[in-house]
């Protein structure tokens, strides 16, 4: 279990506690809303992370078995060709992982808000948040990372209506920028959806090398079989089944945007909370399982 | 531009796939018995369809719309051609070739090294 994971379930259970029997309840739910939302974006960061170290070895793993069949005047020209489209792609990862982590910073006003004294500035301090998410979500509504435009995929509107709160500056700021913040999850889930269409790609293109090279080959060759051969053929085969479920990620998303709308509605209970952070560690666990086998050796 | 968008789509899919074959054990078994030729060909095929999938990635979608209606036809062919020979697969040399079609198509779409 990672250590960002066990944050996560080490935060979470208080909220449920708190969600279950504290009288101002309903500002809990914000609390809880806000640290899961938190939780949420450090996960996603891991995975698009992960995403862009897959375009990375997917990439080697293809030109490394080019290798010796390319004549080697060619091979300056496929790798600086390739060299350049990634770190067009990487570029557009960290694009997204910075969006996330304005949404990030706009769970933790919203925190700040779930208080029936909270100072009416902290309105002030969203509106710079989303200013900012605002500028550049329109850069990525336009970009590229795979098989659409991101704007294709972004799921329809869901209405958020604010049910009244004791927390009058919470209560504006989601009358005032609810709707906004739903679009913003919205571009987020949409992001990670095209994210995940290509990890599985990346995934796919390095395993089977790795298949071929570290399973097959020393099985079939005349020699021995090293040491570690069927530990390493656990690995990359529970790493190609782990790489299928890349989707965990867009789940994740769906589900912060939803309880969003169930938390400005009052209907955001402990389940949801738990919901949520049952597929805020399946992001986590997703991206411990897509590591390479042996990081590092 | 909803059909033009699929069409996109379903190129890149495609594109994925091949690489996802030709990364596959089942392929390096059958590029046992290649000539060096064709093993260089499909080596250069391969970085190819990785650098079409890249480029065509990293575009906006309306920045091609023209060039991807000029090929439609083509395209939906030779991307119908491609996946029949990925899913069949028992020649080399016919996947080879589906290759080399489709990425002459991608290649007046977006601007490919070789």
Redesign the interface.
Same mark, same amino acid.
């Given at each position: 279990m990672s250590s960002v994971r066990t944050t996560i379930g080490v935060v979470t259970l208080p909220l449920l506690l708190l969600l279950q029997g504290c009288v101002s309840a309903r500002l809990a739910q914000f609390s809880g809303f806000s640290q899961a939302g938190v939780a949420y974006v450090k996960a996603s960061g891991t995975f698009i992370d992960e995403a862009g170290s897959a375009a990375i070895r997917g990439d080697s793993a293809l030109l490394l078995k080019a290798r010796p069949d390319l004549p080697q005047p060619e091979r300056r020209e496929r790798v600086s060709t390739a060299n350049k489209l990634l770190a067009q792609r990487l570029l557009l990862l960290r694009q997204i992982k910075r969006h996330g982590q304005l949404l990030q910073d706009y769970f933790e006003v919203m925190g700040s808000m779930a208080d029936s004294k909270a100072p009416e500035s902290l309105g002030a301090a969203a509106q710079g948040v989303y200013d900012s998410l605002a500028k550049l979500s329109s850069t990525l509504k336009d970009a590229k990372i795979g098989s659409s435009t991101v704007s294709d995929f972004i799921p329809s509107v869901v209405p958020i209506v604010v049910a009244p709160l004791k927390a009058k500056t919470l209560e504006k700021e989601l009358r005032e920028r609810g709707p906004l913040i739903e679009r913003e999850l919205a571009l987020q889930e949409a992001m990670l959806a095209v994210v995940s269409q290509e990890i599985k790609t990346d995934l796919s293109v390095e395993l089977n090398t790795q298949v071929t090279q570290e399973v097959i080959n020393p099985y079939v060759s005349a020699g021995e079989v090293p040491d570690d051969w069927a530990a390493r053929r656990e690995e990359i085969l529970s790493a190609t089944v782990a790489s299928q479920s890349a989707g965990a990620a867009a789940q994740a998303a769906n589900e912060l945007r939803l309880g969003f709308q169930k938390l400005a509605a009052n209907q955001f209970d402990s389940a949801a909370l738990s919901s949520l952070i049952v597929d805020i560690n399946s992001i986590l666990d997703l991206a411990e399982k897509i590591k390479p086998p042996n990081p590092g050796v | 531009m909803d059909d033009l +968008?699929g069409l996109? @789509?379903s190129t =890149?899919?495609v594109l994925?796939d091949t690489?996802?074959t030709m @990364?596959?054990?089942e392929w390096?078994a059958t590029m046992q018995e290649a000539t060096?030729t064709q093993? @260089?060909n499909?080596?250069?095929l391969? =970085?190819r369809v990785?650098?079409a999938?890249? @480029?065509? +990635?990293?575009? +906006?979608?309306?920045d091609i719309l023209d060039e991807l209606a000029a090929n439609e036809d083509g395209l939906q062919k030779g991307i119908k051609q491609l996946q029949d020979a990925l899913d069949v697969f028992d020649k080399v040399e016919r996947v080879l070739n589906r290759i080399s079609s489709i990425l002459s198509i991608v290649g007046r779409i977006v601007p490919l090294?070789?």
């Open positions: - | +968008a996109y @789509t =890149l899919r994925g690489l996802v @990364t596959s054990p390096d060096a093993r @260089t499909a080596a250069r391969m =970085l990785q650098e999938r890249l @480029t065509l +990635a990293n575009k +906006a979608l309306g090294v070789a």
